[in-house]
């Protein structure tokens, strides 16, 4: 006996060899059934090669108290201890698979079916499974006899006779066999609905891939007709039957539990369609109605069971189809939403652990593998396979996918699969998540041969292999165009000019000969620069197909590498920083202002990579002034000093164009900016700023030059309309108007011609022709309009506001907000206009009937010739200007006894009408919208066309790029224009109330 607190020999023996409850497995070594071998090393080291040997030695001791009497028990462990591969089978299973432990527990005998076949005849096939299946003759039988086979197939895989691929092939053949089993059970219990119809089953997925797991749906489609003189329609329902029972018999519980769910719901109509059609029925449903998805999953189509001769029939017809599918308008957007679909409805909590779906796992490396055939199967009739291991070798040896790729990806999928068929075995339970507890993860890496420190292993090299498929759609789908225009080694298999052409069109390039000949620009060579160029491109290729326009994005890509490629800091800050490239792709594909601002000066590329997007962040107005102020003071001349300032400007358009862009697209990394409403003041706020302070170092270089420090006159600028309301957009002139007051002892006259000379020479440098877009100033808001002098004195002003003032002004100065120049002068000003604006007692009865004049007057004369009204952004019924009249005529009301209303900004005024309960929150909400997304309508138009523009464009691509920035993906321009009528309706309706009804602005 051990001595207290000293471990036995026995204790330490279990502990070398992988037990982590050695006290248990003693006691259990210590069992009446193994007291004849409990000494046998043999054993221990057999129990030690296992999964888990705790869960082995559990296992033998149950099976072997299972044993009918000790004439079996004796013949078991005689097998065990002298026959190597019945030994290493069977603790190798019941080390791997609690599952299947209860079923040896359960039927003692079964363990002989480890030894059914001759060591000659390694890897049975649908025959030989169809033999151990035969007696069979309903669901319990056939469940008993279908895990009796599983057995030898999990012996094969656990110990290393067959690999991932011919263990997943071995299991899609029990499922034929055990399909063609059920079917014959059905057809026993219905003779008469036998004799009427031919019943051909489809496999479908992974079973039709001949790839299936150990616990999966089987997918299947069932196709039906008439025996030569039967009615269609009763042998329909008669194949209909047969195809439910079919199902039961597999799907059903029983006392042996079900075998796996039969599942038909990938059939034409899913669900809600018949489920048996016959062949015709289903050729057509395929040729009007079926989707990109439906397609790709034909590729796995295969007949199993039933009328093997009808299933042919159905494979041949619909195969033409199947290779057309790339050739459907947005084939290769359709697949990718439909891959980013099946991410985004993994839980969060288990996206991480997810092996099949998550982002690097298993379905990424079938969804590009079937993309690839989808696009290159329909002239190569090599690629044409079910299993993804065959078309990625097929795929590979015809040069579509890189060697060196094919090989990483066929030993991550290989690994990830090994990973999911050891989860499975263990319960027989559908999952793919990893699991989290450390014993479970200690098993599975065991059984994959990672025996030093399973946990640790298995969790890096599940990261390793993810992060290889992470890429896998650019190594599987675009670096082989590159390889079809670089020069390659001799003899090396290449792309052909053909197949890079298809694949160009597929990604939805418009000119494909020309975006071939710019990656051959691009990638072609031996230098340095080409090659991380190589690198690079495959992901940027990605990046342009998601956009509206690729073709504008390789060739600006190609402009800012022709500008920068030889700036060593350029390639690698997209090398290195993935944010970078992905944000300079978005840009430069997005439309044409942003791509135009950087090609005037690449160098701000830099602004992309600035970690996080943080290089994208609105610069603070105290910041961009300081710089404009401190550009000027350090030029020789007013010209060199507003040069510098609108290059400035230009700089600070970009980054809040690129930062536009990114928000709204998002990114890998950075989803899409959530409250549009954030995004759209974001925008104004800082177009207005980076205006003002352009405006303020415009003026200091005018003053400099032209009276030193010492101007003869106080001078301010004060921002109008969208300006002052800081709601410009990036097409937005500046509206001002212009404020001076002489200095003392300085001459009226004296003062107002050097205020004028102030003015005209602003306007004139703002817009000399040059690189930097121009700034025009705007001051038709003035007193007496374009007749009126361009610069008033503040008593000017006071005198023609009390004189001639009419209310369309007053409602005018509503955004009047000081934005250059001298502050105590604008301060004064706004000062002299509040009473205007927010008139005491609010507006009389005459002054609000002739607003609601103007704005009728207004609607119906400035509506340009043959625009669509509902679809303009700024006089159209729930447009920009009926939210802002609405929002206005409650200022004007009420602004002189509700504080909050006095503000320039139109959604700051709503809210406070709302909280002023002067609107109702679902009528402000209604309004608030329509405005956000006119807004974004029109800096959309600015960003894809380069111009303004108040209206949808009509061509397609602009179209679809702007439906792109709003967020609506390929193919969805309509659902667009119908949500954008939906709310300017909605919007309408209230400002038909609210600013024309007899309700006054009051709340409904």
Known sequence: MTAPGRRSSTFTRLLRHGFTDPSAAERLLDSAELAPVRSDPVLLEALGATADPDLALHGLVRLLEAQPGSTARRELLDTVTAAKPLRDRLLGVLGASAALADHLSRHPSD??????????????????????????????????????????????????????????????????????????????????????????????????????????????????????????????????????????????????????????????????????????????????????????????????????????????????????????????????????????????????????????GLRDVEFAVQLLQLVHGRADVSLRSGTTLHALQALAAGGYVGRADAVQLDEAYRFLRSMEHRIQLYRLRRTHLVPEDESDLRRIGRSLGLRADPVADLNREWKRHTSVV????????????????????????????????????????????????????????????????????????????????????????????????????????????????ENLARVLSAGRLAPDLLMRAPEAVALLGDGDGGGLAPRERAQLEQEILAAVGRADDAVHAVTAARGVRRRELFRTAAADIVGSYGTETQPAEADQGVLVDRIGGAISDLTAVTLAGTLRAVVREGWGDTLPTRFAVIGMGRFGGHELGYGSDADVLFVHEPCEGVEERVAAEAANKVVSEMRRLLQIPSADPPLLIDADLRPEGKSGPLVRTVKSYEAYYRRWSLVWESQALLRAEPVAGDDDLGRRFIELIDPLRYPAEGLGDDAVR???????????????????????????????????????????????????????????????????????????????????????????????????GDTFPSGGRELAAVGRYLGYGPGHVGDMLDDYRRTTRRARTVVDELFYGAGNGRPR
């Open 111 to 360: 363990w002989h079916a480890l030894v059914m076949y001759e060591p000659s005849d390694l890897h049975p096939g649908v025959e030989e499974f169809e033999r151990g299946l035969a007696e069979a003759t309903d669901p319990v039988s056939l469940r008993v006899a279908y895990r009796r086979c599983l057995l030898s197939i999990a012996a094969r895989d656990v110990c290393g006779t067959t690999d991932v691929a011919q263990t997943a092939a071995e299991l899609a053949d029990l499922a034929t066999a055990t399909l063609r089993a059920a079917l014959a059970i059905a057809r026993a219990a219905a003779p008469d609905d036998s004799a009427l119809c031919r019943l051909a089953v489809i496999a479908m997925g992974k079973c039709g891939g001949h790839e299936l797991n150990y616990v999966s749906d089987v997918d299947v489609i069932f196709v039906g007709e008439a025996v030569d003189g039967a009615d269609e329609g009763k042998a329909l329902r008669a194949a209909t039957k047969l195809a439910s029972h079919m199902m039961r018999v597999c799907s059903e519980a029983t006392v042996e539990g079900s075998i796996w769910p039969v599942d038909a719901n990938l059939r034409p109509e899913g669900r809600n369609g018949p489920l048996v059609r016959t062949l015709s029925s289903h050729l057509a449903y395929y040729q009007r109605w079926a989707k990109t998805w439906e397609f790709q999953a034909l590729l796995k189509a295969c007949p199993v069971a039933g009328d093997i001769e009808l299933g042919e029939e159905y494979v041949a017809a619909l195969e033409p189809l199947v290779w057309k599918a790339a050739e459907r308008e947005n084939f290769v957007a359709d697949v990718q939403k439909m891959r980013r679909r099946v991410v985004e409805n993994i839980p969060v909590a288990e996206i991480e652990r997810e092996l099949k779906l998550g982002p690097g």
């Open 470 to 581: 992470r890429r896998l759609h650019e190594k599987l789908f675009y670096r082989p165009l590159l390889d079809a225009v670089a020069q390659l080694a001799p003899g090396e298999a290449r792309l052909s000019p053909e197949a890079a052409r298809e694949r160009m069109v597929a990604l939805g390039y418009a000119d494909p000969a020309a975006a071939l000949r710019h990656l051959e620009a691009l990638a072609s060579g031996v230098t340095r620069k080409a090659a991380i160029q190589r690198t690079l491109l495959p992901v940027l290729l990605g990046w342009f197909a998601d956009s509206a326009d690729p073709d504008a994005g390789l060739l600006n890509f190609r402009k800012v590498s022709d500008a920068l490629g030889k700036t060593p800091w350029y390639l690698r800050l997209l090398r290195d920083e993935g944010a970078a490239a």
């Open 850 to 948: 002739e607003i609601r004049r103007l704005k009728a007057r207004m609607e119906s004369e400035r509506l340009p010739r043959g625009a669509d009204p509902k679809l303009h952004t700024k006089l159209g019924p729930g447009g920009l200007s009926d939210v802002e009249w609405t929002v206005q005529l409650l200022q004007l009301q009420h602004g002189w006894a509700e504080p909050g209303l006095r503000t320039t900004r139109t959604r700051q005024a709503l809210a406070a009408a709302c909280a002023a309960d002067l609107i109702s929150a679902e009528d402000a909400g209604t309004l608030d919208e329509a405005w956000v997304l006119a807004t974004r309508v029109r800096n959309a138009v600015m960003l894809v066309r380069g111009r303004a």
